[in-house]
T-cell receptor
Framework: ETGVTQTPRHLVMGMTNKKSLKCEQHLGHNAMYWYKQSAKKPLELMFVYNFKEQTENNSVPSRFSPECPNSSHLFLHLHTLQPEDSALYLC?????????????FGSGTRLTVV | QQQVKQSPQSLIVQKGGIPIINCAYENTAFDYFPWYQQFPGKGPALLIAIRPDVSEKKEGRFTISFNKSAKQFSLHIMDSQPGDSATYFCAASEGSGNTPLVFGKGTRLSVIA
């Protein structure tokens, strides 16, 4: 384990469902990230939280909604997704925003939208 | 706009060979260049990193070569092994610390016995 835990590991959901992805780190890091990984865009940054404040939102559709209740937990709420949203969703954390001390990634949630 | 260009997209080498993965950048504010290694079913993990005040850094069989004037850096894997088969990402960050890491598109490496 890397210290960043993502649940669930696999998720299959219909286009009308609502689900949430969870990420947890106890590394004392202050920045947390959501990435989408697919064959077309290998590491696509979605959202960044720095000290619980959202600092980046890379034009992500509103059907993805992040939540960061504290510096150890990060959620990605999903609703009315499309089949093209099927991908591996990775959470990462770092000490410092620029990643100069390394990003620690979780193992990801493999999402399939049917 | 892709800020870090990585090549090749995929690479197949024989065991013992020296695969080389190249990255190029335009932003002169970048001053930290890490490489990440990702195995199937896992997230990327920091492998090795370099700052522009040195031209080369070695850690075990992994070497980063850095050419500041050309704005290019590369990863070399000496005596490659089948266990090195993974996807490799280069990345870069600015000295200001105000922007997250910028990743390349990745190189899928296969080392065959």
């Amino acid at each position: 384990e890397t210290g960043v835990t993502q649940t669930p590991r696999h998720l299959v959901m219909g286009m009308t469902n609502k689900k949430s992805l969870k990420c947890e780190q106890h590394l004392g890091h202050n920045a947390m990230y959501w990435y989408k990984q697919s064959a077309k865009k290998p590491l696509e940054l979605m959202f960044v939280y720095n000290f619980k404040e959202q600092t980046e939102n890379n034009s992500v559709p509103s059907r993805f909604s992040p939540e960061c209740p504290n510096s150890s937990h990060l959620f990605l709420h999903l609703h009315t997704l499309q089949p093209e949203d099927s991908a591996l969703y990775l959470c990462a954390s770092s000490q410092g925003y620029s990643g100069r001390y390394g990003y620690t990634f979780g193992s990801g949630t493999r999402l399939t939208v049917v | 706009q892709q800020q870090v260009k990585q090549s090749p997209q995929s690479l197949i080498v024989q065991k013992g060979g020296i695969p080389i993965i190249n990255c190029a950048y335009e932003n002169t504010a970048f001053d930290y260049f890490p490489w990440y290694q990702q195995f199937p079913g896992k997230g990327p993990a920091l492998l090795i990193a370099i700052r522009p005040d040195v031209s080369e850094k070695k850690e075990g069989r992994f070497t980063i070569s850095f050419n500041k004037s050309a704005k290019q850096f590369s990863l070399h894997i000496m005596d490659s092994q089948p266990g090195d088969s993974a996807t490799y990402f280069c990345a870069a960050s600015e000295g200001s610390g105000n922007t997250p890491l910028v990743f390349g598109k990745g190189t899928r490496l296969s080392v065959i016995a």
